[in-house]
């Protein structure tokens, strides 16, 4: 379980820390896609216009090399060290920012990491994809002098720690309480459906209980309640010709069902007023 929970950490400062970037050309106008790394400082709003150059004495970065020229930017390529130790030696050297091309290809675009402590690094890196390294090299060589460009994050990729938080936490949340009112409301509308209307319980038959106009087979309780009845009280009688205490069963058909408790029959269809016997009232 922790390390999940450190897994889903570094997931999550993936991407509120590395994004999407480019790097632009100011001679042609032409942008090349690369990737932020995960330590050092991110690019500003505004981007860094710099001096694209490939370090001579050092292709790959793994060493100290001349400034080719103030505000340069150092366009080296990956292996032979890590990507810390490339970017440390670069901003000794004096490179405001670094890139970091590909060169094997179909690697596509990697996030750069580095272990322990990375305080020390002060500049922006980046990492540039096998096509997009190879056209930036190519045309850095065509001119005799470092090549000016901007490097500036892709807006629609910068996503601070509370956007990311929003939607990973907030999001679901709402479609969770979208989900919720969405049930509650079937559900009314589904218990509307099943009690019956006021007006129709109030027109149906109601009688006063008398012992000696008991008919045959007719019970002397209410199946709501279970309490006998009492002279003179108030019953309602069902289409089925089921009879009740009235403020029970106006109860159970309002509020609870609107089907006979005893024979389950739906009491608003209207069925015929017939002396049926059904099998629980037989003595």
């Not at 999940?4 to 570094?10: D, E, G, I, P």
């Not at 106008?29 to 694209?52: C, H, I, Q, S, W």
């Not at 370090?55 to 292996?79: I, K, N, Q």
């Not at 029970?248 to 049926?276: M, Q, S, Y």
Request: glycine residues 4%; hydrophobic residues 45%.
């Amino acid at each position: 379980m922790k390390t999940t929970s450190v897994q889903w950490l570094v997931a999550i400062s993936s991407l509120c820390i590395s994004a999407h970037a480019t790097i632009m050309v100011v001679a042609t106008n032409e942008t090349y896609t690369d990737r932020m790394a995960a330590f050092g400082p991110r690019l500003p709003e505004k981007g860094v216009f710099g001096y694209l150059a490939e370090p001579a004495e050092d292709p790959t970065g793994c060493h100290m090399v001349e400034a080719p020229c103030s505000d340069w930017v150092a366009l080296v390529r990956r292996g032979s060290c890590s990507f810390i130790t490339k970017v440390r030696n670069m901003q000794l050297s004096g490179a405001i920012a670094v890139a970091v091309g590909d060169t094997e290809p179909q690697s596509g675009w990697i996030t750069m990491y580095a272990p322990g402590d990375t305080s020390d690094i002060k500049i922006p890196s980046m990492f540039l994809a096998q096509n997009e390294y190879h056209a930036l090299l190519y045309l850095s060589k065509l001119v005799d002098s470092p090549m000016m460009v901007l490097l500036q994050l892709d807006q629609w990729m910068t996503w601070p720690l509370l956007d990311v938080l929003m939607i990973l936490f907030v999001s679901p949340s709402i479609i969770m309480v979208f989900v919720y009112i969405s049930w509650r409301l079937r559900q009314k509308h589904r218990h509307h459906l099943e009690i019956a209307p006021l007006d129709v319980v109030s027109q149906l038959e109601t009688r006063r209980f008398s012992r000696e106009k008991i008919r045959h087979n007719e019970t002397e309780e209410c199946a709501i309640c279970l309490e006998d009845y009492m002279e003179g009280e108030i019953l309602r009688t069902l289409p089925c010709r089921h009879n009740f205490h009235a403020f029970c069963v106006d109860a159970w058909l309002t509020a609870h069902k609107k089907l006979c408790p005893i024979c389950k029959r739906d009491i608003t269809l209207g069925f015929d007023a017939t002396n049926e016997v059904t099998p629980l009232l037989i003595a």
